[in-house]
Each structure stands twice: as structure tokens, then as C-alpha cells.
């Protein structure tokens, strides 16, 4: 197959560009800052139609990550940013697919388990989950965080592409073992001690290990019966106090010091990020997967966490010889 990344060249991009390129695909990324890679790398800039488009035409596959990292101070500007990139990157790719004589069969789109509603007592499925923005004295970022996400989804649903099956990958954190990514900054706050409770624990996290990231993205693509929102999480999503006490096992160190809520507030001012991130308690669960038949090799925490600390600690030996 071809298969087009917009956005591709982020950590969970160079996850899906490398699995895909290794099983023979031809992998084509679109990148606003283009680099060497093994695949094809095109230039773009994620707003204007130019001659990236002719990597649509023929394609068998899209699959937009596109979109300003959120790991960010929710400035005025960077609003602007994070809005804006995702929703005139959608709206590109989308008039690309309406202009193409041979579009893709499927466009696989980004979106974010953010969408779902903060709480503890129930999980969120794309059927019964409570889209969020509606909990009560929500601060001003979460809101932000789940009208973006509404806005991107409609981005995608508001694209005339009658040939081609559209599915949103409402994602949670993929979590990878390379440098940068979500479980190296997590793993990076065990290994100095810092990896317990976040605020009251309480707070769920949904995760999905990224070999089921990559698994799931093929059974969306080889699934026609698949179309609109898929929730790509574990399972088994757990409360924070849990996740970090997973991890602590994992990595073998047994004690991780808490931070209070007032404690996130000043570190994440100070690293230039929100609290949010740690704090909303994402608790998603993939039905729509699971009733199609998927089957998740990691289904639960501990045994995803010892894998990826294995892969990580190997990943540090081999750049270590090098």
C-alpha cells in the first residue's frame, strides 16, 4: 500500500512510518520540517494545496496526525496555534481527497480521548461516554482542550469525500520507548524518585502500548465496517496512584514522593506545560474495537510497563555502544 502521514514526523508518526516502512509499504510523510528518514519525506505546510497532493492521488491510505504538540503553556498565541493547525491541516487534506481521480479508501484522522468528560465513576465508550465540557467549575483549559477536539472532529465530518471512509482514532497516550516521548518523561520521574501520587491519585489514565497502537491502526485500515470515532486505548485504564506504582514495579524502584496539586501548578508553569495533562482523569475504553474482534497483546499496565522498560533500557545500551 501507499500510505500518506501528514503530521508523521512526531513520536507516535515515526512509530507508524517505521512499522509501516518495515513491512514493505510505501510510506510517504508530510512534514512541515522535512528530515532524512528512511521513508519518503514530502514538504508541506499544513494549510495550502501544493504538489504534496499528488501523494494523495493514488494513495491507498491517509492517516493525519497533524497538529501543534499540546505540551504547552495555553498562551493566547499557542491557542491559536494548537486550533489552527489542526483544523486547517484537516480541512487540506480533506479538499485533497475531494480533488483526487483515485482517492484513498480510507482516511484514518487524529483526534484525542481528551473529548470524554472528566470522571471516576464510570468508563467512557464511543456509544455511552460523556463528551466533556459540561463538568461543573472546569477550568479554562480543559474546556479549551475538549472544544478544540470538538472543532477537529467536525474538521474531518465536514469533508465532501463520498470515496473514502473516514475514522476518527479518538487515541490515548501511546506509550513508546523512545527518547522524548510520554513514558520516557514518566519513566524519567521514577528513576529520580518523583513518580508518586500526582494530586489524589484518583485520576484515571488511559494508555495504549505502541504495538496495539500499531495493530489497531491496521485493523482500522483492513476493517470496512469501521467508520467515525474508535476509541484506541488499553482496556484497562487505572487510577494515577496505580499507573505510577506499575511503573515504580517495573523499573524496580519502590519509592516515589507525591506532588499536591498546589506542587503541578508551580511545576508545570515552571516547564512550561499544564496540569491538565496529569490531573483530568481520562477513563477510556475501546468497545468499538473490542467488539470487532481486536485483540490487545497488552492489555494491562504492569505487563506493558515491563515490556517498554526492557525495550527502554535496550534502547540505552545500544545507543551507549554506539
Given at each position: 500500500?501507499r500510505i500518506?502521514?501528514p503530521?508523521?514526523s512526531g513520536?507516535?508518526?515515526?512509530?507508524?512510518?517505521?512499522?509501516?516502512?518495515?513491512?514493505?509499504h510505501?510510506?510517504?510523510?508530510?512534514?512541515?520540517?522535512?528530515?532524512?528518514?528512511p521513508?519518503?519525506?514530502r514538504?508541506?505546510?499544513?494549510?495550502t494545496?501544493?504538489d504534496?497532493?499528488?501523494?494523495?492521488?493514488g494513495?491507498?491510505?491517509?492517516?493525519?496526525?497533524?497538529?501543534?504538540?499540546?505540551?504547552?503553556?495555553?498562551?493566547q498565541?499557542?491557542r491559536?496555534?494548537?486550533?489552527?493547525?489542526?483544523?486547517?491541516s484537516?480541512?487540506v487534506?480533506?479538499?485533497?481527497i475531494?480533488?483526487?481521480?483515485?482517492?484513498?479508501?480510507?482516511?484514518?484522522q487524529a483526534?484525542?480521548?481528551?473529548?470524554?468528560?472528566?470522571?471516576?465513576?464510570a468508563?467512557?465508550?464511543?456509544k455511552t461516554g460523556?463528551l466533556g465540557g459540561?463538568e461543573?467549575?472546569?477550568p479554562d483549559?480543559?474546556?479549551?482542550?475538549?472544544?478544540?477536539?470538538?472543532?477537529?472532529?467536525?474538521?474531518l465530518?465536514e469533508?465532501n469525500?463520498?470515496?473514502?471512509?473516514?475514522?476518527?482514532?479518538?487515541?490515548?497516550?501511546?506509550m513508546?520507548?523512545?527518547?522524548?516521548?510520554?513514558?520516557?518523561?514518566l519513566l524519567?520521574?521514577v528513576?529520580?524518585g518523583?513518580?508518586?501520587?500526582?494530586?489524589?491519585?484518583?485520576?484515571?489514565?488511559?494508555?495504549?502500548?505502541?504495538?496495539?497502537?500499531?495493530?489497531?491502526v491496521?485493523?482500522?485500515?483492513d476493517?470496512?465496517?469501521l467508520?467515525?470515532p474508535v476509541n484506541?486505548?488499553?482496556?484497562n485504564?487505572?487510577?494515577?496512584s496505580?499507573f505510577?506504582?506499575?511503573?515504580?514495579s517495573a523499573?524496580?524502584?519502590q519509592l516515589?514522593?507525591p506532588?499536591?496539586?498546589?506542587?503541578?501548578?508551580?511545576g508545570?508553569?515552571?516547564?512550561?506545560t499544564e496540569s491538565?495533562?496529569?490531573?483530568?482523569?481520562?477513563?477510556?475504553?475501546p468497545?468499538?474495537?473490542?467488539?470487532?474482534?481486536f485483540?490487545?497483546?497488552?492489555?494491562?499496565?504492569?505487563?506493558?510497563?515491563?515490556?517498554?522498560?526492557?525495550?527502554?533500557e535496550?534502547?540505552?545500551q545500544q545507543?551507549?555502544?554506539?
Amino acid at each position: 500500500m501507499r500510505i500518506v502521514i501528514p503530521g508523521g514526523s512526531g513520536k507516535v508518526g515515526s512509530v507508524l512510518a517505521r512499522a509501516f516502512f518495515g513491512t514493505g509499504h510505501d510510506v510517504v510523510v508530510l512534514s512541515r520540517n522535512p528530515r532524512p528518514a528512511p521513508w519518503r519525506v514530502r514538504a508541506w505546510d499544513g494549510r495550502t494545496q501544493a504538489d504534496w497532493t499528488e501523494e494523495i492521488d493514488g494513495a491507498d491510505v491517509v492517516i493525519n496526525l497533524a497538529g501543534r504538540s499540546v505540551d504547552c503553556r495555553y498562551t493566547q498565541a499557542n491557542r491559536e496555534s494548537i486550533r489552527a493547525s489542526r483544523l486547517e491541516s484537516t480541512r487540506v487534506v480533506g479538499d485533497a481527497i475531494a480533488q483526487a481521480s483515485r482517492p484513498p479508501r480510507v482516511w484514518l484522522q487524529a483526534s484525542t480521548a481528551t473529548i470524554y468528560a472528566h470522571r471516576y465513576d464510570a468508563p467512557n465508550d464511543e456509544k455511552t461516554g460523556l463528551l466533556g465540557g459540561s463538568e461543573p467549575d472546569s477550568p479554562d483549559t480543559w474546556r479549551f482542550s475538549i472544544d478544540v477536539a470538538m472543532a477537529w472532529e467536525r474538521a474531518l465530518n465536514e469533508a465532501n469525500t463520498p470515496r473514502t471512509r473516514k475514522v476518527l482514532m479518538r487515541s490515548a497516550m501511546t506509550m513508546s520507548p523512545e527518547h522524548g516521548g510520554i513514558f520516557d518523561v514518566l519513566l524519567r520521574l521514577v528513576r529520580f524518585g518523583l513518580g508518586g501520587n500526582a494530586g489524589d491519585g484518583r485520576q484515571f489514565v488511559s494508555w495504549i502500548h505502541d504495538q496495539d497502537f500499531v495493530a489497531a491502526v491496521r485493523w482500522l485500515i483492513d476493517h470496512e465496517n469501521l467508520s467515525g470515532p474508535v476509541n484506541l486505548a488499553s482496556p484497562n485504564p487505572l487510577p494515577y496512584s496505580e499507573f505510577m506504582r506499575a511503573l515504580r514495579s517495573a523499573r524496580g524502584v519502590q519509592l516515589g514522593l507525591p506532588a499536591a496539586k498546589w506542587m503541578l501548578e508551580i511545576g508545570t508553569f515552571v516547564l512550561r506545560t499544564e496540569s491538565e495533562l496529569v490531573l483530568k482523569s481520562r477513563r477510556v475504553i475501546p468497545t468499538r474495537l473490542l467488539d470487532s474482534g481486536f485483540q490487545f497483546q497488552y492489555p494491562t499496565w504492569p505487563e506493558a510497563a515491563r515490556d517498554l522498560c526492557s525495550r527502554w533500557e535496550l534502547g540505552k545500551q545500544q545507543k551507549l555502544a554506539s
